[in-house]
């Protein structure tokens, strides 16, 4: 399944009696806005994206070409994509980010796509806030048939994070995935155990985590601008993994998140299930957000 079959926006609908030829220009834009703004696009966004297709369809009025400036400026909000498993170098990927976002199925479905890759990969625990913390990700590593280090409810996650990156040093595996709990952005004890976390697998493995991500859930994603600050100051995050992004219509809140915070989104979450991973590509997702 391609990402644009995934989700489907419904701005085409919209933008169909926008672009009808013969519009008054300000009626055009204003409706242009409305459009925008029910697809999720945040007002900032919206505003640039209306004053340079004004700008810029000065003396057009082809709907295919006014389409086609919309679609151009779109892609241009987004940070141009990154692709982190594209080559073999051995990398520790952190999972990070608030209560529920998606983190620890996120770790499975990364562990999945690594095998897919024929890569080898190990699964790090390091949730031992919550008592069922290790044991989901635990179930995962059964199922997929994956290594998992973690700790008991309680345990230092400090300790299973150094467990997991010996262990992954010592067997010689490509990959690691550490998950680590759900925390608000606003607990500064909880923020600065993750930075903590950050130190001990850099002290250990000199260069990682070389990916921490932080995992946005897609459907609520309205404080994604303070979260995204705060964790990125304190595990300095550089990329963005989209989790739930079935469970949404709208999804033109990527486009304001991931242009303030000039993050590229890596991988789009589509269900529970280990397969319902997709590589983002800002071409394909403005293609779906703006439909056939
Ligand atoms: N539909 C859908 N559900 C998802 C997706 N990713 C995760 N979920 C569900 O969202 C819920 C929370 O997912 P978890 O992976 O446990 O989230 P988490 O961030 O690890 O949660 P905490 O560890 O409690 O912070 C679970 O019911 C998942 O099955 C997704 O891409 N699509
Ligand atoms: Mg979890």
């Known amino acids: 399944m391609a990402l644009k079959d995934l989700f489907r926006g419904r701005l085409h609908e919209g933008l169909a009696s926008?672009?009808?030829?013969?519009?008054?220009?300000?009626?055009?834009?204003?409706?242009?806005?409305?459009?925008?703004?029910?697809?999720?696009?945040?007002?900032?966004?919206?505003?640039?994206?209306?004053?340079?297709?004004?700008?810029?369809?000065?003396?057009?009025?082809?709907?295919?070409?006014?389409?086609?400036?919309?679609?151009?400026?779109?892609?241009?909000?987004?940070?141009a994509p990154r692709r982190p498993f594209a080559g073999d170098a051995r990398t520790v990927v952190m999972l990070v980010g608030v209560n529920g976002s998606g983190k620890t199925t996120s770790a499975a479905?990364?562990?999945?796509?690594?095998?897919?890759q024929g890569r080898s990969v190990m699964l790090a625990a390091a949730d031992t806030f919550r008592a069922a913390g290790s044991s989901q990700l635990s179930l995962w590593g059964e199922r997929l048939g994956v290594p998992v280090v973690?700790?008991?409810?309680?345990?230092?996650?400090?300790?299973?994070?150094?467990?997991?990156?010996?262990?992954?040093q010592g067997r010689s595996l490509d990959r690691l995935v550490i998950d680590t709990a759900g925390r608000m952005q606003s607990r500064e004890n909880l923020m600065r155990e993750l930075e903590k976390l950050v130190r001990i697998v850099?002290?250990?493995?000199?260069?990682?985590?070389?990916?921490?991500?932080?995992?946005?859930?897609?459907?609520?994603?309205?404080?994604?601008?303070?979260?995204?600050?705060?964790?990125?100051?304190?595990?300095?995050?550089?990329?963005?993994?989209?989790?739930?992004?079935?469970?949404?219509?709208?999804?033109?809140?990527?486009?304001?998140?991931?242009?303030?915070?000039?993050?590229?989104?890596?991988?789009?979450?589509?269900?529970?299930?280990?397969?319902?991973?997709?590589?983002?590509?800002?071409g394909e997702f403005v293609d779906a957000l703006l439909g056939p």
């Open 109 to 116: 479905k990364l562990a999945r796509l690594c095998q897919a």
């Open 150 to 168: 973690g700790g008991d409810r309680g345990v230092d996650p400090g300790s299973v994070v150094f467990n997991a990156v010996q262990a992954w």
């Open 18 to 79: 926008v672009f009808a030829p013969g519009r008054k220009r300000e009626e055009a834009l204003a409706d242009l806005q409305e459009q925008l703004l029910l697809a999720d696009i945040a007002m900032d966004e919206v505003e640039r994206l209306t004053r340079a297709v004004a700008r810029q369809a000065a003396g057009r009025d082809g709907r295919e070409e006014c389409l086609a400036l919309l679609r151009r400026e779109l892609l241009a909000l987004l940070p």
């Open 202 to 282: 850099a002290r250990i493995a000199p260069g990682q985590p070389a990916e921490t991500w932080l995992v946005l859930d897609a459907s609520t994603e309205q404080n994604a601008l303070v979260q995204a600050e705060k964790f990125r100051e304190f595990s300095g995050i550089n990329g963005l993994f989209l989790a739930k992004l079935d469970g949404t219509a709208k999804g033109g809140a990527v486009v304001s998140i991931a242009a303030r915070l000039r993050l590229p989104v890596l991988f789009v979450g589509g269900g529970e299930g280990a397969d319902d991973l997709w590589e983002f590509s800002p």
